[in-house]
């Protein structure tokens, strides 16, 4: 499974999403049709196509859906100290509580939003 996120600079969103967000490279080909630029977790299933494109091409309006990435963590509020460490910038100050657990919103360099969530434990 892929999906796709626009960036202006393949260079630069391989840095945000593989030393910022600490996912793997796992394609890198320059194609007839583009550079074809994939990351991801380490061993998930789900893989991220960075692909260059004008930019805002694939940021939702205000009040849309959330960001084109969910990311889920088992510590979250961990994650985002160290996330934060490396560089990566977020939409509200911490995370925040919410019915299902918790939650935030990463940015990356092209305004592309990454929504951040950890599962709430014990009874649903």
Do not use: C
Request: net charge negative; proline share 9%.
């Amino acid at each position: 499974m892929y999906v796709t996120v626009y960036v202006t600079d393949q260079d630069r969103a391989l840095r945000f999403y593989t030393e910022g967000l600490g996912l793997e490279k796992h394609v890198d080909y320059p194609g007839p049709d583009g550079r074809f630029l994939v990351v991801g977790v380490a061993g998930g299933p789900v893989k991220i196509i960075l692909w260059s494109h004008a930019a805002a091409a694939g940021q939702p309006g205000p009040g849309d859906a959330p960001g084109p990435l969910i990311l889920e963590s088992d510590d979250l509020r961990k994650d985002v100290e160290v996330f934060r460490q490396r560089g990566v910038t977020f939409e509200q100050p911490e995370p925040e509580d919410y019915p299902f657990g918790v939650r935030i919103e990463a940015v990356d360099p092209d305004g592309n939003r990454i929504s951040l969530r950890q599962q709430r434990r014990g009874k649903a």
